[in-house]
C-alpha cells in the first residue's frame, strides 16, 4: 500500500511538498512523469532514464494490451522487468484513447468496444479488463477506467453522462482491484470528470470523495484538450480545494513549464505529458528563457550548450547547439540528446519548486521563474489571474505587460 507523507506546506499558496513510496521505491512530490507510452520513452535506455534522477514513468494500458499483450507481459514479470525499469511506473487505464482514437471507438455502459488500428478486430475494454491489464503490467499506480470526452465538445448531456458513468465504473474498478489480492502492491487512483462545468466537477468530486477509503490518491481528467486556460485553471483550482489533503493529487496531461507550475501553486502533486519528449524529437529544447527551436538557421554558428547551466549530458559534455542543429533531421542522436536535456530540465524544474516550498521561498520563486521565461515578451494573463488567486501578483513591483492567450514563447 502506498504511503504517502505530507512534508511540507507553502504559506502563501496551495503547493505542498510530499513522499510518496510506493513498491518500487520513494518518489518526491511535486513531480513530472515522463511518458514511456509502449514501455520505452523513445531515444532513451530505463538506465538513461534512471540516471537523470526520474523515479516514476508512465506507461499506456491500451497500447500496451494491443503489443505485447497481456501474455507476453506476465511472462516477462511484468513491465518493470519487461523494459529493465526497476523505480516506480503509473499506468494509465485506456481511457484517454476514447477521445485520441474515437473513431475507433463506440461507447457503452458495458465499456469502450475499440476496434485495432493494427489488425481492425474488435476489443472491448471494460473497467474490469482494464484494471486486469494494469495488474499483468504491473503498475505501481493504476487508473480507473474512466468515460473521457474532449474538453471542447458543446454537447453538456454527453459530458454528464460521461461523469456519472466514470463514477460507477469508478466502483467496478475497485470490486475487481480489491478481489485481486494485490492492494498491498498496486495502487488505484480515482479521476474526477465533468467537463469544463464546475457544477458537473463538484458533483464528481461528492461522490468520488464518498469512496475515498477505497483510492490511494485522484487525478484530474479530461483537460488539455484545448481549452482556454483561463477556464483550464480554474477547474484544476476548484478540484484542488476539495481533494482531501492526505492523498495525493494529479493533472493528467500538463507538461509546458508555466502550466506546471501553476497546478503545483494550486496544489497539484504530480504531472504527466508527452511535450517534453515528443517536442525534442522535432529539435525543440526546453530552457529558463522559453523553448528553444534548433532547427532555426541562427543556431548553425551557435557553439555553446544548449543551457549553460543545466547538469544533464547533453549541456555538460559541450554538445553544441550548432551540432544539434545540423544532425537533428539527420541523426538520431542529436534526438536522444535533447530528450535528454528536455527531461532533465522539467526534473529540475520540480525539484526547484519542492526546494523552494521547503525553504518557504516558493512565491519569490515563481516570481523569479515568470520574469525569466516570459519578462522580454508579457505574462500571460491567465497565469497572472490563476497565481493571484494563492496570493503571489507576479505584477507586484513591476512593469511587465500582460498578454492574452496562452503567451507561449519559442525562440
Excluded at 454528464?160 to 482491484?177: K, P
Excluded at 468530486?205 to 477505497?214: F, V, W
Excluded at 516570481?367 to 525569466?372: D, L, N, Q
Amino acid at each position: 500500500m502506498a504511503q504517502f507523507e505530507l512534508l511540507a506546506r507553502c504559506p502563501t499558496t496551495r503547493a505542498r511538498v510530499s513522499r510518496l513510496t510506493l513498491a518500487h521505491g520513494t518518489t518526491m512530490l511535486p513531480t513530472f512523469m515522463p511518458v514511456a507510452t509502449q514501455a520505452a520513452i523513445k531515444g532513451l535506455t530505463p538506465q538513461q532514464v534512471e540516471s537523470l534522477g526520474v523515479t516514476l514513468i508512465l506507461n499506456n494500458t491500451y497500447h500496451l494490451n494491443l503489443r505485447p499483450g497481456t501474455k507476453v507481459l506476465s511472462e516477462a514479470g511484468g513491465a518493470h522487468k519487461f523494459q529493465g525499469w526497476n523505480k516506480n511506473l503509473l499506468t494509465d487505464s485506456g481511457g484517454f484513447q476514447l477521445v485520441s482514437l474515437s473513431k475507433f471507438t463506440t461507447i457503452t455502459e458495458e465499456g469502450a468496444l475499440f476496434e485495432s488500428p493494427f489488425t481492425g478486430e474488435p476489443t472491448m475494454l471494460t473497467p474490469e479488463e482494464s484494471i486486469s491489464i494494469q495488474h499483468a503490467i504491473g503498475g505501481d499506480i493504476i487508473m480507473q477506467l474512466d468515460d473521457v470526452v474532449p474538453s471542447l465538445s458543446p454537447d453538456h448531456a454527453r459530458v454528464e453522462e460521461a461523469m456519472e458513468r466514470s463514477v460507477r465504473w469508478l466502483d467496478r474498478c475497485i470490486t475487481r482491484h480489491n478481489a485481486s489480492g494485490k492492494q498491498d502492491r498496486q495502487n488505484l487512483f480515482a479521476i474526477v470528470q465533468g467537463g469544463l462545468d464546475l457544477e458537473l466537477r463538484d458533483r464528481c468530486l461528492t461522490q468520488m470523495l464518498e469512496r475515498k477509503d477505497q483510492v490511494a490518491g485522484f487525478a484530474i481528467g479530461g483537460l488539455s484538450g484545448g481549452e482556454e486556460k483561463d477556464v483550464f485553471w480554474r477547474i484544476i483550482s476548484r478540484c484542488t480545494e476539495k481533494l482531501p489533503e492526505d492523498r495525493p493529487r494529479y493533472s493528467m496531461g500538463i507538461g509546458f513549464a508555466e502550466d506546471l507550475l501553476v497546478c503545483v501553486a494550486l496544489g497539484i502533486d504530480m504531472a504527466d505529458c508527452v511535450f517534453p519528449t515528443r517536442t525534442a524529437r522535432f529539435g525543440v529544447a526546453l530552457t529558463p528563457h522559453g523553448p528553444v527551436n534548433l532547427r532555426l538557421a541562427k543556431y548553425a554558428n551557435d557553439f555553446g550548450p544548449i543551457d549553460p547551466e543545466c547538469p544533464c549530458p547533453t549541456c555538460a559534455e559541450g554538445t553544441s547547439r550548432a551540432m544539434l542543429h545540423g544532425t537533428m533531421t539527420k541523426e538520431t542522436t542529436a534526438a536522444t540528446a535533447v530528450t535528454i536535456h528536455n527531461i532533465t530540465y522539467q526534473a529540475r524544474l520540480m525539484g526547484d519548486a519542492r526546494n523552494a516550498i521547503l525553504n518557504g521561498t516558493f512565491p519569490n520563486y515563481l516570481k523569479t521563474f515568470f520574469a525569466t521565461y516570459f519578462g522580454d515578451v508579457g505574462y500571460p494573463e491567465w497565469c497572472v489571474n490563476a497565481l493571484r488567486s494563492v496570493g503571489v501578483d507576479l505584477l507586484e513591483g513591476g512593469e511587465v505587460k500582460v498578454v492574452s492567450g496562452s503567451g507561449a514563447k519559442w525562440e
